[in-house]
């Protein structure tokens, strides 16, 4: 699919399984969560420019390899981005955060919002939105024009589950912006929710309903 990429790693795939499965625990579920994520946060740096640098090692200078430009900023889209973003701190812990809160309207499925902040300068760092689930794509793609009006350029849209309809909306709207997703599903039902899923990500994150 283009501009998509799916992230088919066994490891991913694996943990994917077990959250999908209605029996994990709320515990259980955000700890794979957070471990899918430095995985797919691996995948989605992959193709950052890097420059070098003069280091000295115990043995010798050398032009060392380091990443290029300003800090990477995660855009978490909460609730649910929250999951993703800790484990993706882990592995960049220098990169500055944007908060976009959403939530869907249950009738209408429109994002609502509820609360932005980001930091000032986004037009020269590498945005990476991330959102565990990309279900009409309503919620990513509202987030992510927040984040261009805000100046953002080079953005990337990180989720766990993408569903078809999702993925086509997403395309339509922001044809530029790359997805990477961890599976891309049968379809979304009757009432948004992404089918086989795994319910609705927030909820089994924080243990809520
Ligand atoms: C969920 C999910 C996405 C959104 C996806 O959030 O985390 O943000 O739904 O659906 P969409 O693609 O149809 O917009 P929800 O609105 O349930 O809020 P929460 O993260 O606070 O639970
Ligand atoms: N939001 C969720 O958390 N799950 C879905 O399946 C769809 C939207």
Redesign the pocket.
Known sequence: MDGVTLVDHPLVQHKLSIMRDKGTSTGSFRRLLREISLLLCYEVTRDLELTTKKIETPMEEMDAPVLKGKKLVFAS?????NGLLEGMLDLVPSARVAHVG???DHET?E?IEYYYKAPHDLSDRVVIAV??????????TAAIEKLQASGAKDIRFLCLLAAPE?IANFRKALPDVPIYTAAIDERLNEN?YIVPGLG????RMYGTK
């Open positions: 889209i909460l609730r649910a981005g959403l939530y869907r499925l994002a959102d565990p689930m990309l279900a009409t794509a309503n919620s990513a999702g948004g609705d990500a927030g909820d």
